[in-house]
């Protein structure tokens, strides 16, 4: 499956010189958050592929003004393709603000969705915008990636966990992909392609 995966940053690549032929066999499309509701839009609109996304802690307007034509994952499996998405917005933090979550209130979201999730017997992929905690997250308390992320890998075994929220600006050396166990993480910071495999549905 082929994913155009983004996050964070409005290509100015993609939306001011946007070129089809870069784009063509794209499946799916992923939004890790923190991103213009038109941008959304836009893509969804010029690439031929369901856009799926999550709200980033910037990402209030989308209850105002939510990305046309796009499929919120917002906690709830999505399947593409035979593929199982769950996602899980918004960035850790104690501020009391739209998309910001303690440790303790995104553990009582994974716990909501953990139902619709057993009864699909799991999830491929896990669409985020914090990271998990340890797993490219930052170093700051701003860019702290969850403990209950970490525990759902490690339960479900996805192939892929995709995020945003750590810029990949923020620091030299920082990694877009990284692999933890069974799981490959991808930093979808700007846009990245990837070719994702999933060798037990072949």
Not at 98 to 122: D, Q
Not at 170 to 190: F, L, P, Q, W
Request: a negative charge; aromatic letters at 12%.
């Amino acid at each position: 499956m082929k994913a155009l995966v983004v996050s964070d940053h409005e290509s100015e690549y993609i939306w001011d010189f946007f070129d089809a032929k870069a784009f063509q066999g794209i499946d799916v499309i992923i939004s890790c958050g923190d991103l213009k509701p038109e941008y959304l839009s836009f893509l969804v609109t010029m690439i031929p592929a369901p856009l799926l996304f999550v709200r980033g802690n910037h990402d209030a307007r989308y209850d105002q003004n939510p990305p046309e034509g796009c499929i919120d994952l917002e906690e709830k499996p999505v399947i593409i393709k035979g593929v199982r998405f769950v996602g899980f917005g918004g960035c850790k933090s104690e501020r009391f603000a739209p998309n910001h979550y303690s440790e303790r209130e995104m553990n009582l979201r994974v716990l909501k969705a953990t139902l619709a999730l057993s009864l699909r017997k799991g999830f491929d992929v896990l669409v985020t915008h914090a990271p998990a905690a340890g797993l490219g997250d930052g170093d700051d308390r701003y860019h702290e990636g969850f403990e209950t992320f970490v525990k759902l890998i490690d339960k479900y075994k996805p192939r892929y966990h995709l995020h945003g929220h750590q810029h990949l600006t923020y620091s030299i050396g920082s990694k877009r992909i990284i692999e933890y166990n069974d799981t490959t993480i991808v930093n979808a910071y700007n846009y990245h392609i990837l070719e994702m495999e999933f060798p037990d549905k072949d």
